[in-house]
């Protein structure tokens, strides 16, 4: 099994930055890709960015628009989420999940950290 932290939410202003860490534990071999999430109150979580634990792939979700970048160390088994030019409507709770397959589901989900945007 893997576990997952979050950390690094935290109160911001619109167009500041802030850098979000998932840190995992357990058989962290056995990853095939980390991702992160967000939900804001009455809204479905939504796809952000995610990266392979091999290789150079990395994704983002469409509103991201080259604000954010994904990165990983896995000597430290961590993935960050740099998050540049942040925009009110980036408030929401960022959690990360794994893929342990191409095909299985997103599991392993941390507890979420709090992004809040003013304006």
């Known amino acids: 099994q893997v576990q997952l932290v979050e950390s690094g939410g935290g109160l911001v202003q619109a167009g500041g930055s802030l850098r979000l860490s998932c840190t995992a534990s357990g058989r962290t071999s056995s990853i095939y890709a980390t991702a992160w999430f967000r939900q804001a109150p009455g809204k479905e979580r939504e796809f952000v960015a995610g990266c392979l634990r091999a290789g150079s792939s990395t994704w983002f979700g469409d509103f991201v628009k080259g604000r954010f970048t994904i990165s990983r160390d896995n000597a430290k088994n961590t993935i960050s989420l740099q998050m540049n030019s942040l925009k009110p409507e980036d408030t929401a709770v960022y959690y990360c999940?794994?893929?342990?397959?191409?095909?299985?589901?997103?599991?392993?989900w941390g507890q979420g950290t709090q992004v809040t945007v003013s304006s």
């Open positions: 999940a794994v893929q342990l397959s191409p095909r299985s589901n997103w599991t392993s």
